[in-house]
């Protein structure tokens, strides 16, 4: 996961300046292990740092704060503690070298944007503890291979669709560029595929009832989609300008 990266314990990006000054050479990627001692990672922690390249959070962590490492584009893998419960806004965006991200059995709230914008994640897989996710995976291109853990009371990933849906009212509410939307589903909810510029073709089955706004919003490869006669309200920008709506 982080072969051949020399490991650096620090809480914050001061701390690991300071640690940095003391080497012989600078190296190019390292990955950084927060101390034991911190319960927390704090807001804007390491932002905008581009050497980081693994992330080790130790079992004491807790929460990952707002913006802790928005725009660290060289982080390719997170070794996440059992004890996560947090994980807050903007913590990972536009972290676009994350390819796959399991988040652990422990964590409960990911929250607004905390995963916006990673270009480069295909696979994410939501363990049965996650009970509230806001619009946390916007502008993700290329997310493909979604699976929520069998045993989650809130979501699913029902038929193996690579989505999350609500389970208690049948909302779609994430989804990816190989979604296939089970004819359970009633509503697509907003911001569901924003930014999955990967996504060429979707089938929305006769079950579907509102397509809620932003929900294809910035889907550029979505040349044409067909809307079955069920649907009864579609909200605002739910579709690229682009794409052409064929009615039934």
């Known amino acids: 996961m982080y072969e051949g990266m020399p490991v650096i314990e620090a809480a914050d990006q001061k701390a690991l300046e300071k640690k940095l000054e003391k080497m012989a050479e600078r190296p190019e990627k390292y990955a950084v292990r927060i101390p034991k001692t ?23 962590v807790t929460e990952i704060g707002d913006y802790a490492f928005v ?29 796959s991200v399991t988040l652990p059995n422990s964590l409960e709230f990911i929250d607004t944007g905390a995963f916006r914008g990673c270009t480069g994640l295909t696979d994410l897989f939501i363990s049965e503890s996650v009970k509230t996710i806001k619009v946390a995976f916007s502008g993700c291109a290329n997310l493909k291979h979604i699976v929520v853990d069998e045993n989650n009371p809130v979501y699913d990933s029902r038929e193996n669709c690579n989505a999350i849906i609500k389970t208690d009212d049948n909302t779609l509410l994430i989804g990816g560029c190989d979604t296939i939307i089970p004819a359970s589903v009633t509503i697509i909810g907003r911001d569901a595929f924003t930014g999955r510029t990967g996504l060429t073709n979707i089938h929305i089955p006769d079950t579907i009832k509102i397509i809620k706004f932003n929900a294809f919003l910035d889907c550029t490869g979505l040349k044409s989609v067909t809307i079955p006669a069920s649907v009864e309200e579609i909200g605002n920008n739910a579709f690229p300008e682009s794409t052409e709506i064929i009615r039934k």
């Open 71 to 99: 725009e660290c584009t060289g982080l390719t893998s997170i070794v996440f503690s059992n004890s996560l419960i947090n994980i807050r806004s903007s913590a990972f965006q536009y972290c676009t070298g994350l390819k």
């Open 38 to 60: 911190k319960t927390a990672i704090k807001e804007s922690a390491f932002e905008y740092n581009k050497e980081i390249g693994a992330l080790i959070i130790p079992e004491s």
